[in-house]
C-alpha cells in the first residue's frame, strides 16, 4: 500500500478478530514508530509491547478508557523519557507522531488499530504507572490497541475548504 493510500484510508478500528498478530508485523509497527521526527532528533520513546492478558485485565479495570486494554490481541504503549527530553510539550509531540506512524504501518499491514489517550490526571497517570513499573522519568503517552480488524469503516475524505488559509487567517 502508498502512503497516500494509507492515509487515506486508515480508520480507527475497535473490534478484532480472536486471531494473533505476528512477532515480526509487531517488529515491523514498532519500527515505523521509531522512524517517527522527534524534537532536536532526542528520540525520546519508549515502547512497551503489552500481550499479557492478566496485566492487561488488571490494568484496564482503573478509570476511562483503559478497559479498552483488553481489545485487540495486542496493545502498544507509547512512552517518554523526561531525562532525554525535558519539555513535556515535546514528548506528547514526539509521541503522537510515533503513534501516527504506527497506526499507519498496522493499516499497511493489514491490521486495525486505535489509538487511545492517556489523559493527565494523577489518578489514570498512577493506574498505569504502577502495574507496568515505570521508572519516575517515564511519561505515558498514549496506547494503541492492534489486532486482526472485524470491521473495516469506510474512508472518509474530511478535506475542509473553510478550515484552509493562505498567508493569513
Ligand atoms: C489524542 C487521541 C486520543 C484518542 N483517544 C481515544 C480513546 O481513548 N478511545 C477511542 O476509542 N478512540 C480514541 N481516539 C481515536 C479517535 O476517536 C478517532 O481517531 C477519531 O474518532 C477519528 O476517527 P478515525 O480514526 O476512524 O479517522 C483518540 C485519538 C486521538 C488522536
Redesign the pocket.
Known sequence: MDTLTAIRT?????RFEDQPVEQETIRTILEAGFCAPTARNLRPWHFIVLRDMEVRRELSKAA??LS?LVDGDCVIFVCGDREVQEREEFILEDG?AA?QNM?LAAHASGLGA????IRTEKDLHEAVRRPLQLPPNILPV?FIVLGHPSEH?EP?N?YDESKVHWDRW
Open positions: 486508515r480508520r480507527s478500528v475497535r476511562g478508557n479498552r503522537a503513534v497506526l486505535v489509538w487511545c489517550g498514549a469503516p472518509k474530511r
